[in-house]
């Protein structure tokens, strides 16, 4: 199975900084790299799928970059409604495999 | 709209099963896929398996295979996920999402509202 993993586990922020998320597979995956935000109690929402291309609806500020084995989402400039819980998804191949997931809350 | 609506609540005692439903409406079922994710409270998301609802073909994670069946209604445009052999650490949020399957970038776009199941004696 190729495992994901994230940094960091977690991280504080403000209001209009400018945050990265990072995804490592532990082999590579093309760009078949999706994230996802997930707020307590709610159900996740895709952001990025493709590593790079916006989910429809999805605010610009938030970004994706990578190819092979690396791969980054940032939101460029952090909103109050943006505290939560990100993954990254491999689909590659079988298993998908979610990462273990970033928490961003309030500093 | 695209929309997946899952069944309600469930409490099951250790060692019985659970049938969880999702059924889609706003696109064509059978052109796509449905993978079940689930969510153990303060955990993260862990895939369970993917159906095609074309073929019915499946694919269920190791870690669940023998215990773990799905399969599709495509009369009622509905997929079902049912679990048996129930353990306390089945206890989770279940989640339906629209998957056209690995390695396309329609994976994941949709999901279901989720289906709490607990499983306590």
């Known amino acids: 199975d190729i495992q994901m993993t994230q940094s960091p586990s977690a991280m504080s922020a403000s209001v209009g900084d400018r945050v990265t998320i990072t995804c490592r597979a532990s082999q590579g995956i093309s760009n078949y790299l999706a994230w996802f935000q997930q707020k307590p109690g709610k159900v996740p929402k895709r952001l990025i799928y493709?590593?790079?291309s916006l989910q429809s609806g999805v605010p610009s500020r938030f970004s994706g970059s990578g190819s092979g084995t690396e791969f980054t989402l940032t939101i460029s400039s952090l909103q109050p409604e943006d505290f939560a819980t990100y993954y990254c998804l491999q689909h590659n191949s079988y298993p998908p495999t979610f990462g273990p997931g970033t928490k961003v809350d309030i500093k | 709209q695209v929309q997946l609506v899952q069944s309600g609540a469930e409490v099951k005692k250790p060692g019985a099963s659970v049938k969880v439903s999702c059924k889609a409406s706003?696109?064509?079922?059978?052109?796509?896929?449905i993978s079940w994710v689930r969510q153990a409270p303060g955990q993260g998301l862990e895939w369970m398996g993917w159906i095609s609802a074309y073929n019915g073909n499946t694919n269920y994670a190791q870690k669940l295979q023998g215990r773990v069946t799905m399969t599709t209604d495509t009369s009622t445009s509905t997929a079902y996920m049912e679990l048996r052999s129930l353990r306390s650490d089945d206890t989770a949020v279940y989640y339906c999402a629209r998957d056209m399957g690995s390695g396309s970038y329609g994976a994941f776009d949709i999901w279901g509202q989720g289906t709490m199941v607990t499983v306590s004696s």
């Open positions: 706003g696109y064509t079922f059978t052109s796509y896929g």
């Open positions: 493709a590593s790079s």
